[in-house]
């Protein structure tokens, strides 16, 4: 496959210009409650319509299915490097959140838990029933979870970091600015300490001049459409790290 090189948003590497893995629409209808014959465990309630999930990542690529029969219809395939969010688990498999809102199913054998317990919506819950701003960013943020980085891209078939912060907040009735740097330039700046929901801007080449962006879900951890990762993955801000350290302004 030939490769072209791109002056990315965030860094500079090369992009494959062929098309994303295996990027099947879900099918526009399917139940909400899928009922396999193992007993499933879902992870502790926090809210009403928010539960933990804890992230993982693929090892290798393996189809997702409406169930974890193993002749159930394929719905997706991730690939490997791919970040999940596992919401339930059974001896063999994980469920873990999908585009549609709803859950797939994957063999646990090809996932690594990274074990960070983040706060996610309820499969199937209403966006009207999240209680607030917040919860509405976070609940359409993690529907992109694992969809390829496409310098220049701006759909579910691939997209890059701006592209996801505006595509969020559009669905809330916000509009931002296409470009980075020039959202960084909308709304407050966060003086009080960061709240989920909140927006991130990164000088990822030094000094002040913002090339990334992203969004922050708590517990020190954001949410942004990554190069190093390669899809819309979860990394971390905490003090010392490699986002940490370049991250200039943050907007509410």
């Known amino acids: 496959m030939a490769r072209r090189g791109f002056q990315l ?10 098309l994303p893995p295996s990027q099947q629409p879900l099918p526009a209808i399917r139940p909400l409650v899928q009922k396999p014959n193992q007993q499933f465990t879902m992870q502790p309630v926090s809210k009403s319509n928010l539960i933990h999930g804890q992230i993982g990542r693929m090892t290798r690529p393996t ?9 159930a219809p394929i719905l997706h395939t991730v690939f490997e490097g791919q970040a ?10 994980y469920a873990i959140l999908m585009q549609d809102k709803l859950m797939g199913y994957i063999p646990k054998v090809f996932v690594e838990l990274i074990r960070e317990n983040i706060y996610v919506p309820r499969p ?7 209680g607030n701003r917040a919860d509405h960013i976070v609940h359409e943020a993690f529907t992109y ?30 509009n931002l600015p296409r470009h980075s740097g020039d959202q960084a330039r909308i709304g407050l700046p966060v003086q009080d300490g960061l709240q989920t929901g909140d927006r991130l801007y990164f000088a990822m080449k030094g000094g002040r001049t913002v090339t990334h962006c992203g969004i922050y879900i708590g517990n020190s951890r954001f949410i942004h459409a990554s190069t190093n990762n390669r899809s819309v993955a979860v990394d971390t801000i905490a003090k010392g790290s490699h986002y940490g350290k370049r991250l200039v302004t943050a907007r509410r």
């Not at 948003?9 to 062929?18: A, F, P, S, T, W």
């Not at 189809?63 to 002749?71: A, F, L």
């Not at 199937?124 to 999240?130: D, Q, R, V």
């Open 9 to 18: 948003d965030d860094l500079e590497m090369k992009v494959d210009v062929g």
């Open 145 to 174: 979870l694992g969809v390829p980085y496409v310098w220049a891209g701006n759909t579910r078939r691939g997209l890059d970091c701006s592209a996801f912060v505006k595509n969020v907040f559009r669905k809330i009735g916000i």
């Open 124 to 130: 199937g819950a209403p966006l009207g029933a999240l």
């Open 84 to 93: 999940v969010v596992v919401l339930e688990q059974s001896t063999t498999h």
């Open 63 to 71: 189809p997702v299915r409406i169930s974890h029969m193993p002749n």
